[in-house]
């Protein structure tokens, strides 16, 4: 944007609608996370192709974008600092998992807990694989009656069948049998075009003796299930998670007992199994509530609002649809995102994949921490939902643009739609240059760490080399960039954007934004 828009809707504008002090930042998540191992095919390959989550966030505090590198996890964490008037500290986030965050008193380093009972990505690990012909035997067994259970269900919730899916329950596990009404009447409002469950593997002694004795019958155990649905308009390709379903056979039938039984570090679980949902559907936008219907709707208004103004500067040329997930509280959030409990406490809002390695088409979804995020005020959630938005439609998740162009074209577009000033939003970056601390180079990756002491400064640093290109060669030119760098199959693709989109070289490039930001900055 440009210094005229930037002065006409001053941040401090916009403050939160509970101010606890008197400091405000705001974080806006960074959107690219480094991809996850592909985990291993299960019985068959079709798991070969499913994408890995990862996480990204945002800062917020001076209207920049940072972010955090990835971990042995591979999760990032990206701070976008807001002006100081704003009381509140916000951070948002953007991952290929996981693809915008909004937090208060900044962003933190996430961390899994200790794998030990999961893959590499973060997942559980398959069942123990059968050695003796017996094992085996029982193993297909096991398999062939899971299966037919979970076709059973799948095909009722295509027929919408409630009676059948029903069937399928456990009519001695009672509490289940009102989580699975719930979960039927939920995938019931959802616009589905498919809805498939797959059995992957299973461990027959997974489950705590108490427990088998508690569920009777002949047999029981513990699967772990492929769901996969796709949302009609809105998803190119299916969204997958992995669910832990607990089978028992009873007189000779077999049923579902349950849905939740051991989750692990990193498993994430589907918002539709969390509890009842309200649906909201806009022209642009799909938001999926455990909260309200009222928030619902006023959630698809504002991202609707966010679309366009993406838009407007990205083009038309993508879906301009976005998926919201809002839990009714932070657990649910965190129970969606696979993370540990608590590790969002600060946390507004992130941007999730919902596949398990990045790739192009991939369903994304924006989940908030309604809680948080409400407090930002109707325009502090338009800036943090137009930054994430960009990250789906220049589909962040699954791009080798580095951060400093990815996070600090997403505040670009953001800062379009809702103008700042600059003394708001280049706070640290100025203070910084001020005291004669000026930037050698544009940002590194580990610049955007959530750890990183430089975190603002470095989202902002991003934000003005977009601002540069814009002011000097036009908009259009800062989207062509973009655009190029996004596509390249090279290593060498970033230098060759610059020559042949923007006619220059990239050490030529910093030295004219080190005296652009300077000049910015009085200095």
């Keep these: ?91 948002l986030g953007a991952a290929v998992g996981v693809v915008g965050v909004a937090a208060f008193a900044g962003i933190r380093q996430l961390a899994d807990d200790p794998a030990s009972t999961t893959g590499p990505t973060g997942t559980p690990n398959p069942g123990q694989t059968s050695t003796t012909p017996d094992e085996a035997s029982e193993g297909v067994r096991r398999a062939v009656a899971g299966e037919a259970v979970l076709q059973k269900m799948a095909d009722a919730v295509r027929a919408e069948n409630r009676s059948e899916f029903l069937a399928t329950i456990d009519p001695q596990a009672k509490s289940f049998d009102e989580q699975a009404r719930t979960i039927y009447n939920n995938l019931g409002k959802l616009p589905l075009a498919t809805f498939q469950l797959r059995y992957v593997s299973d461990d027959p002694a997974a489950l705590e003796p108490d427990r088998t004795r508690a569920l009777g019958g002949t047999q029981s155990w513990l699967a772990q299930v492929e769901v996969s649905w796709q949302l009609t308009g809105y998803d190119a390709k299916p969204a997958r998670e992995m669910l832990p379903v607990t089978f028992v056979t009873r007189d000779g039938t077999t049923y579902a007992a349950s849905f939740s039984e051991r989750f692990v570090a990193g498993q994430r679980r589907p918002i539709w199994a969390l509890g009842s949902i309200d649906v909201a559907k806009s022209e642009h936008s799909l938001v999926i509530s455990l909260d309200s219907q009222a928030n619902a709707d006023d959630y698809a208004e504002v991202t609707d609002r966010a679309v366009d103004s993406v838009s407007k500067v990205w083009g038309r040329n993508w879906r301009q649809k976005a998926v919201i997930y809002l839990p009714s509280k932070q657990s649910q959030m965190e129970n969606v995102l696979g993370a540990q409990q608590g590790t969002y406490t600060q946390i507004a809002a992130v941007t999730m994949a919902e596949l398990d390695t990045p790739q192009v088409g991939a369903p994304v ?131 060759d954007a610059f020559r042949t989109v923007l006619g220059t070289t990239e050490q030529q490039f910093v030295a004219d934004w080190q005296n652009y930001i300077k000049r910015l900055a009085g200095v």
């Design 365 to 495: 979804r924006i989940v908030a921490n309604p809680k948080l995020f409400d407090e930002l005020g109707k325009q502090g959630r338009r800036i943090v939902l137009t930054h994430e938005t960009t990250h789906v439609a220049s589909t962040a998740t699954a791009s080798p643009v580095p951060l400093w162009l990815a996070e600090g074209f997403a505040d670009y577009v953001a800062f379009t739609a809702v103008s700042v000033q600059d003394e708001s939003a280049a706070k640290e970056l100025f203070k910084a240059i001020r005291a004669g601390k000026v930037p050698k180079a544009l940002p590194a990756p580990e610049a955007f760490a959530a750890s990183s002491t430089e975190l603002p400064q470095a989202y902002e640093s991003g934000w003005l080399a977009c601002r540069l290109i814009a002011e000097r060669e036009g908009q259009s030119k800062l989207v062509k960039f973009y655009r190029t760098v996004h596509a390249s199959k090279s290593p060498t693709g970033l230098a």
């Design 1 to 91: 944007m440009n210094d005229d828009q930037r002065e006409t809707t001053p941040l401090p504008a916009v403050p939160p609608r509970k101010a606890p002090s008197d400091q405000t930042t705001v974080v806006i998540p960074a959107q690219h996370a480094a991809p996850r191992q592909k985990k291993p095919a299960i019985g068959g390959g079709w798991w070969d192709d499913a994408p890995v989550g990862e996480v990204k966030t945002e800062p917020v505090g001076s209207p920049r974008l940072e972010q955090s590198a990835p971990d042995q996890n591979s999760w990032k964490s990206v701070v976008w600092p807001l002006p100081r008037p704003l009381v509140k500290r916000i951070a």
